[in-house]
């Protein structure tokens, strides 16, 4: 039966506190996640010709990125002043920062370089919390369990268990720092439950643990002496050993004048996020501008092993109205606290706390089907019941919510008296450069942590996990990277590597008119190209 | 063209890796046993073929062979095959080793009987770790055998196989730098003279060849110097491994007749150049020789055209840069390479080379000014000949030519 509502429609029939009905008998997640799930959308995926995942499955806008041209060309680099360090951090949000400040305290010299102002990043946007097995009835191996069943068994059983270990000590660490959590009235660290996990195990500051995190690490790496941070500079290509087999640092361009500048490393840890604002599938993303994908374009280029470059996280809540903060998100927090999904004509169709593929496939099963509410400004969505909510506890979105409320407030809606429109948005990519324990890539010198590496989330990852990941691993990377070693014979600094994946490309027959990494969205600076045509530096 | 490629050395039949069973049923032995009979032929047909030193030197085979061969035989004679390939854009060698090593093991027999050598030792280095790998093999299948025997009785003497991997060092490939080595100090080039051939390991006259020019020899007995000389290309006889590299479509190690032009090897089997991009300029063996500019592409590569031209072919690598390249930034990192590589025991070559590398790397990075590139002049004016090896001198002759061609390039890096 079709009833697609318009909006006023929809919300004249809402009642808060009506019954929503029993929940339906649950469709086959496999079945349910091939139909609906954006990743299976037909002509989604191509298959890659060129690099070291050759003949494998990508997303199609991630594709035509991983096979492009290099933005410079070795002419560009003539001039071009260059600075030695030991350590060069490409990211500036949490696992940048706790990449940086691991590797200082080795004594290793870092430079931090951002393509944007260190701390605008993904991880300020991370709303839920961060999750650790550390409440009585929980267990490291619950947590293990936890992350690879929502990842449908694809995970790294190695970084998981490195991942869930870390748990504890990440939060002890994050306390050091100066991080704020929120507490029982005991004075323990509150925890909540997430979707896909077996205990409640998500500590948390309010609804904005990621912000609170970003503020005690930009304060850390800005104190820190062993740490230089350059922001504006977006990474445009690494460089490799005489060889192409090594990474030996990186070219920066200053983004205010574009001139270029050469790091000399030892190692080089990529830390660069995402890439939702490619907007796979044209799907709207919960993800900061600089969220390009250019770290994976820079490893693969380099040689790096990628993996599940054929799995995104696409968030079940992100708001549809007002347009302009069209697929911000609206935190899974809300729903563990307790709020539900109901569609157009006011029925629960999907236990919320499922993990986040399966309810946002069962979102755009109810909206494709016509159960879906559609606003007069386009798009679609079913209500988040946050008004039934404050009917069952009230003063709780103000207490713990506050993010929701003020970024609502803003579209003139008061999520405490009316339900909010949510429809799925790009929030993460599953997969990754393959890394092992220590953060490193298949290419020696080169170390990834972060969203932008691969393998723990398996094909879809859980609340909490990102940030808990982005701290551990980001510290793990750190560590390595500071340790590794001197080469015998003289640096040579080269771009070995973009030859060959140009020879790559020719004998494909592919383009090489395309060119990557993107450093930003093509809307951002309309008509500024990419050319770094021996533009020097200031002196 | 493709039928001229890999005609001889390279041939599918002869690479049969390390198999000695293999290598017999492909004709190999052959020549070793009509060598035997009649060792003086060997020198006779090796001067006739006019074979030259593959290794870099391009100098006549047979001078090196008579003035070992006319050495008092009293003492132990030294045979080096060396294999320590070490210079940037250059893989021929450890192709020869790892691909065909029974080839070089017979070509190194031949050499021992023509000129009395008893003992023959393997200068590999242990970088080319696939290349040591098939030769111990290899070797291993020769020790006690019945061609080892062949060739001890014709000497009178028992010859001695023997596998030594050198230091890894660049400046170990230089040949008294291998004698040092192989009496087991470290790799420090010697004064010359006395040459080898008078004075080499253990004061004992010594024969060193490079493992391109041994693995010649198999073919060349079995076939006789007019065959050879057939294969090149006008005056030049036989074939060369050029090492193709940089940025062409198709890179590679080539087995081409000697004197092919630079412009076939690139365009025909290296599939010219990335992306449809103009050349800009090749470097050549080394890369401690004069670049080669578009003007050259019709120059015949052997080693006396290309002296001709004031060039050298060296190693036979080409290091092919296109417009798009810079370079400054490839020279300032070809002599940042031989820099670090100088033995430092010669002080003009251990500052020189230290400073030129300095200086360049303060042009490349946009620091240079117009007295760094007067202070480079002086030093190419100065420096070639002050060494005891040639290190130094390729050193110049990479930068003098660059800048022959490129000296607006190094004017824009500078600071203004």
Known sequence: ?539 | MTESLNTNLLHPRQRVGDSLKRWREAGGGEALALAVKNPAAVLELVKEADLRGLGGSGFPVWRKWEAVAQAPAGTDKYLVCNGNEDEPGTYKDRLLLEETPHQVIEGALLAALAVGANRVAFYVNPDLKRSLAALELALAQWQGSERQQWVGDALGRPVVLELVPSSGHYIGGEETAALEWIEGKFPFPRGKPPYPAQCGVHGCPTLVNNVETLANLPALVRHGAAWFRAQGVGKAGGTKLYSLSGDVLHPGVYELPMGTTLRDLIFVHGGGLLSGKPIKAVFTGGPSNTLLTPADLDVALDFDSLKERGAALGTGAMIVVSEGTGIVKRVAEYVRFFAHSSCGQCPSCKTGTATISRLLDRIDTGQGTEADMATLETLCAMLPGSGRCHLVNGVVQLLDSSFRHFRQEYRQALRP
């Not at chain 1, 604002?277 to 693969?300: E, I, K």
């Not at chain 1, 008296?417 to 092992?436: F, R, S």
């Not at chain 1, 982005?470 to 590597?497: M, N, Q, V, Y």
Request: aromatic share 4%; proline share 6%; with cysteine.
């Open chain 1, 1 to 539: 039966m079709t009833c697609s509502l318009s909006y006023q429609e929809a919300l004249a029939a809402y009642r808060a506190g009506a019954d929503p009905g029993p929940l339906p008998e649950p469709m086959d997640p496999d079945r349910l996640l091939s139909a609906y799930h954006p990743d299976y959308l037909p002509g989604s995926m191509t298959t890659l010709a060129v690099g070291p995942n050759a003949g494998e499955q990508c997303q199609r806008e991630l594709a035509e990125l991983l096979q492009a041209e290099a933005c410079i060309d070795e002419v560009d680099l003539a001039g071009v002043p260059v600075a030695d360090t030991d350590v060069l951090v490409i990211g500036g949000g949490g696992a940048g920062c706790a990449a940086a400040l691991a590797a200082a305290e080795k004594g290793a010299r870092v430079l931090l370089a951002t393509k944007l102002r260190l701390g605008d990043s993904n991880t300020v946007m991370a709303e839920g919390g961060i999750q650790a097995a550390i409440e009585p009835g929980d267990s490291a191996q619950k947590h293990m369990q936890d992350t690879l069943r929502a990842g449908h068994h694809a995970g790294d059983p190695a970084l998981v268990a490195a991942l869930v270990g870390d748990g504890p000590d990440v939060i002890r660490w994050l306390i050091r720092q100066g991080m704020q959590f929120d507490q029982t009235s005991t004075g323990d660290l509150h925890t909540r439950p997430a979707g896909g996990t077996s205990a409640p195990r998500v500590v948390h500051c309010r609804d904005y643990t990621g912000l609170e995190m970003m503020r005690v690490l930009r304060e850390s790496v800005i104190q820190h002496r062993g740490i230089e941070v350059w922001e504006q500079h977006s990474a445009v290509e690494l460089l490799s050993n005489e060889s192409g087999q090594k990474c030996v640092g990186a070219v920066l361009a200053c983004r205010t004048d574009q001139s270029l500048r050469i790091v000399r490393t030892r190692s080089v840890i990529l830390a660069t996020g995402g890439l939702g604002r490619l907007h796979l599938n044209g799907f709207p993303t919960s993800n900061h501008l600089g969220a390009t994908g250019d770290g994976l374009v820079l490893a693969y280029r380099l040689g790096a092993k990628l993996s599940e470059l054929d799995s995104f996280q696409y968030h079940p809540t992100g708001l549809v109205n007002p347009p302009l903060l069209s697929g911000k998100l609206v935190t899974e927090g809300i729903r563990a606290a307790g709020a539900l999904l109901l569609n157009a004509q006011g029925k629960r169709f999907i236990d919320e706390l499922q993990p986040r593929d399966i309810v946002s496939a069962a979102i755009i099963r109810e909206c494709r089907e016509g159960r879906g509410i559609h606003p007069s400004s386009g798009g679609v969505g079913v209500w988040l019941d946050t008004a039934g909510l404050e009917r069952s506890q009230p003063g709780l979105l103000e207490r713990q919510f506050p993010k929701l409320l003020a970024r609502t407030r803003i579209a003139g809606i008061d999520p405490r008296k009316e339900p909010i429109l949510v429809y799925p948005t790009l929030h993460y990519q599953n997969g990754g450069a393959v890394i092992d324990v220590d953060g490193a890539t298949t290419v020696p010198g080169l170390y990834a942590a972060g969203e932008v590496a691969g393998g723990i989330h398996g094909r879809n990852r859980i609340m909490g996990n990102a940030l808990l990941e982005i701290i551990g691993f980001g510290r793990r990377a750190g560590a390595a990277a500071a340790l590794s070693g001197h080469d015998r014979g003289p640096k040579k600094i080269t771009l070995e590597h973009v030859n060959r994946a140009r020879r790559a490309l020719a004998l494909a027959g592919l383009p090489l008119a395309r060119r990557a990494p993107l450093m930003l969205p093509a809307y951002t600076a309309p008509g500024k190209d990419l050319t770094f045509t021996a533009n020097r530096a200031k002196p």
